[in-house]
């Protein structure tokens, strides 16, 4: 089932009963203030000409580590006490994620494992290699590698950091709804990329509180949305997964999710899945149009609008979550294949 425009999501919830506040947001933006980029955001003049509407790109490709990941893995890592880092790291990852942690991991001076499934790309894999951390290749899906995450922490003691389902890692992936507040009051539709829901949530929380009209949009692609799947479904449910050019939305959202499930279920006002092809020209549109390099979970909300399957009402913006795509893929998608 694909939650679209017509159907809403519910909101049962109030701010009160939300596991992650924006006062946690706002203790995580001091937090790592200093340690990571307070990101650019750009007007984009072909997506105002065709919507109609002021449409904004939020570039957390100009993190240190070419994702918006990066806030939420320093803000839960600054927040361990000393004996919880000097154990050592671990964690599940699609790639960015994992990225993250090795990058906070090198700075703060600490051991970090990360566990991917065999479907992330050799870039991303390289890339975590190259910032030092030790690297675990297990299983075929996401939840493999989640899994052999407790079994380290279990024999090992390590400390893990979660992709998503953690209120330390949404609060600080929520830094990103302040400052697009700062840079847009009159902010109407955000358009986020969806996957585990630390992103979306973590700005939703943010935005909604601070502007309650404001819609937030989530975007995913048709192949394994976990999240869609589970608010369809009223409660977390595991999907298959599948490649795809968004190969950061992949991944499960845990059947025992306690955070993200709640805030994407409540503040959410639409969830939107695309197809290869749309996602393949969101890429392209990002690279001809606005001269940035995009990974395909980062070109969802660019994509979107392409398609024509959201209908924006004023100020926008579509948060770009990433670049770290293979090189080669990127060329051959900008010169016009779909994958």
């Known amino acids: 089932m694909t939650i679209m425009k017509s159907e809403p999501l519910p909101h049962p919830a109030t701010a009160d009963t939300l596991p992650v506040t924006l006062a946690e947001i706002r203790n995580a933006s ?3 203030n200093g340690r990571v980029a307070q990101t650019p955001l750009i007007h984009s003049g072909a997506l105002s000409d065709k919507t109609g509407h002021p449409v904004h790109l939020k570039l957390e490709t100009r993190q ?4 918006f990941k990066l806030r939420g893995a320093m803000n839960a890592i600054l927040s361990l006490d000393e004996g919880g880092r000097r154990r050592g790291l671990v964690t599940a990852s699609t790639g960015n994620h994992g990225r993250a942690v090795a990058y906070a991991a090198r700075e703060l001076g600490v051991p970090a494992i990360v566990c991917m499934s065999a479907l992330v790309p050799a870039n991303k894999v390289e890339a975590i290699r190259s910032l030092g951390a030790e690297v675990c290749i297990i299983g075929a899906s996401q ?3 989640q899994m052999e995450v407790e079994r380290l922490v279990e024999t090992r003691g390590l ?4 992709p998503f389902d953690n209120v330390h890692v949404v609060a600080g992936q929520g830094t990103i709804g302040l400052e697009i507040l700062d840079a847009v009051p009159d902010l109407e539709t955000v358009l986020v990329p969806l996957s585990g829901g630390g992103l979306a949530g973590g700005i939703a929380v943010a935005v909604k509180a601070l502007r309650p009209q404001t819609r937030l949009v989530g975007i995913s692609m048709e192949r394994g949305a976990a999240m869609n799947a589970s608010i369809a479904a009223g409660r977390p449910v595991a999907v298959r997964e599948e490649q795809t050019l ?9 059947l025992s999710n306690h955070v993200t499930f709640t805030l994407c ?5 639409d969830v939107i899945l695309l197809s290869e092809g749309e996602i393949a020209e969101g890429i392209r549109h990002a690279w001809r149009e606005e001269g940035e390099m995009v990974e395909g979970a980062g070109a969802v909300g660019i994509a979107a609008i392409l398609a024509g399957k959201v209908e ?6 579509v948060i770009v979550s990433g670049g770290n795509i293979d090189p080669e893929l990127h ?3 900008t010169e016009g294949a779909d994958a």
């Open 30 to 32: 001091a937090r790592i």
């Open 246 to 254: 968004a190969d950061s939305l992949g991944g499960g959202v845990g």
């Open 143 to 145: 939840d493999d590698a």
């Open 331 to 333: 060329r051959r998608i």
């Open 64 to 67: 240190p580590i070419g994702a």
């Open 265 to 269: 279920n409540n503040l959410l006002d």
């Open 159 to 162: 400390t893990a950091i979660p």
């Open 312 to 317: 924006l009402f004023g100020p926008t913006v």
